[in-house]
């Protein structure tokens, strides 16, 4: 029965990320080749004008919408509609889903059921701007097609087997119960460097690896012998680097201050953190890192914000190598890690001490390998592919 299921062309397992701008998604064979057959973004969320676009494996566009989409709600009740009226082309077998968090409940990715939902929501204080919509997705995708089994993907199980002293935070014990503790996310993304970086060199694999997650969300992980040992982000994704709009690390007594001081609400200090600052409050311009550089020769403040962004990354590179006792190997992925020749050659150029060097035309031509040949470190720019990884665990846990 399995067997032949599996045997069936049509049938697919459908990988969705739902963010807070974007709702991203594809679809993959059911099968162990896990082909993806086409793939989709809503994005501009909460905008008058977001774009709804699917294209095929050939990069054939199927749909181009533009449509109001005022939040994620609205952009899966669009995916779900155009799945039920491609329903005998595209047969969805499974469902599965990026999580962002699931506290300290769960050592593996889940099965999706009305308890799990359940057990879930009460964690949204830890993850205020994922976590709700995209439960209300798993939500939504159960009510829609109640017969079709959904898996919970968990970014933060990459990271559960993290040693003591990057885990905890100095604070006392008792918190830890709490859930106060780190939990470190990208961990899809993660997960699929390791894999693809495994087929590439097994060697560089099993060894010291540093992953630069750089995009709007930004961490950087230290994986020894397949393992994170440690990672920027911490009991939210707001920690860590500079981020397109998120603040990423700072003084803590900056939050007693805004709240005793400026008496600034709760809801209003959120904002800042997560949504006004980053590259977008240094900047005042975007927080688009593609945007700044090309304002970077007119405009000081987007110069500024470049220069600062760079400097977080070598600072955590430095630090993270430190972790790892030394380093093999650092992985460029992410938007901005993939697509910024710019940004690698910046933030490789201070690291020297490392003993990082990178060959400048193999860089600026987006090679896999960037690194020269006198560099005593390996320097990769690997596309990631969380889809798939979401695809392979649903493909495992429901199938």
Known sequence: MYVQMNKVLNEYI????????????????????????????????????????????????????????????????????????????????????????????????????????NKLRPLVSLAPNHLPDELNTLTAFARAFPDIPQAACFDTIFHKDMPFYSRYFSLPRAMRKEGLIRYGFHGLSCEYVMQKLKQLSPREAGGKVLIAHLGNGSSITAVHKGKSIDTTMGLTPTGGLIMGTRSGDFDPGIVLYLLKEKKMPAGE??????????????????????VLLEKEKTNPHAKEAIAMYCYSARKFIGSLSASLEGLNCLVFTGGIGENSAAIRSRICNGLKFLGIKIDNSRNTRHKEVISSSKSSVTVRVIRTNEALIIAKHTFRLTL
């Open 269 to 290: 200090l959120s904002m800042l953190l997560n949504h006004r600052s980053g590259l977008k409050g240094i900047s005042g311009i975007s927080p688009d890192m593609l």
């Open 14 to 117: 459908l990988s969705v990320n739902c963010g807070t701008s974007s709702l991203k998604f594809a679809l993959f064979r059911a099968d162990e080749g896990m082909e993806m057959e086409l793939s989709g973004e809503v994005n501009g969320i909460g905008s008058s004008k977001s774009r709804c676009i699917i294209h095929d494996k050939d990069g054939v566009i199927l749909t181009d919408d533009i449509i109001a989409h005022p939040d994620s709600g609205r952009a899966v009740k669009w995916l779900i509609k155009w799945l039920k009226a491609n329903s005998q082309k595209y047969r969805v077998k499974a469902i599965g889903h990026r999580i962002i968090q699931c506290g300290v409940l769960y050592k593996d990715h889940q099965n999706v059921t009305t308890q799990l939902i």
